[in-house]
């Protein structure tokens, strides 16, 4: 099956940076987007398209995707960026044409 | 405001049936495409059907076909899932999404409501 792989944590200390992988085989060449999801809430896009930014998130979050690897970084860290993290491709070659990966806990330090 | 309010969700038996529904406000409802996503308890998110602005394509998981029906009411600014035969796998949190345009593809979910949930349990 189609599977996008997350690492289960990470832990950063407030003000380093936190890099989110997700992997996929040529997963440079779809489209990737970014959710942040807080206990208790709804996700919210916080990259799209490898590497844009909705209005309203910091410019602390960035995107990239090269390869076999997409990544969200997240500059400075603060506490309140403590969340889980998906990573979500369009792939109508999947069972499910809207696949998310496993998921990222970020834990701040 | 923007927002999306979902409601319809309970606990209900297995083989019985619920109707979701999503409220839209604050942006033009059929401008864009939407979709229905649902999260178990503890795992990620799932997409489960989604429906063009004018609801001209549909399409749902596999696991959900013959059983789920996703509508929308421009004119009521809403969205609908219509559960039927409901097993206990459909346990989840139900979203109501929003796509980043009119048909739905390679946009991202831009907006999501707050969900309401569905139990299925004897």
């Known amino acids: 099956s189609y599977v996008l792989t997350q690492p289960p944590s990470v832990s950063v200390a407030p003000g380093k940076t936190a890099r989110i992988t997700c992997g996929r085989n040529n997963i440079g060449s779809k489209s990737v987007h970014w959710y942040q999801q807080k206990p208790g809430q709804a996700p919210v896009l916080v990259i799209y398209y490898d590497s844009d930014r909705p209005s309203g998130i910091p410019e602390r979050f960035s995107g990239s995707n090269s390869g076999n690897t997409a990544t969200l970084t997240i500059s400075r860290v603060e506490a309140g960026d403590e969340a889980d993290y998906f990573c979500?491709?369009?792939?109508?070659?999947?069972?499910?044409?809207?696949?998310f990966g496993t998921g990222t806990k970020v834990t701040v330090l | 405001e923007v927002q999306l309010v979902e409601s319809g969700g309970g606990l209900v038996q297995p083989g019985r049936s619920l109707r979701l529904s999503c409220a839209a406000s604050?942006?033009?409802?059929?401008?864009?495409?939407m979709h229905w996503v649902r999260q178990a308890p503890g795992k990620g998110p799932e997409w489960v059907s989604g429906i063009s602005w004018n609801s001209g394509r549909i399409d749902y998981v596999d696991s959900v076909k013959g059983r789920f029906t996703i509508s929308r009411d421009n004119a009521k600014n809403s969205l609908y899932l219509q559960m039927n035969s409901l097993r206990a796998e459909d346990t989840a949190l139900y979203y109501c999404a929003r796509d980043g345009w009119k048909e739905y593809g390679r946009d991202p979910f831009d907006m999501w409501g707050q969900g309401t949930m569905v139990t299925v349990s004897s």
């Open positions: 979500q491709v369009w792939d109508t070659s999947s069972d499910n044409p809207y696949v």
């Open positions: 604050g942006f033009s409802f059929d401008d864009f495409a």
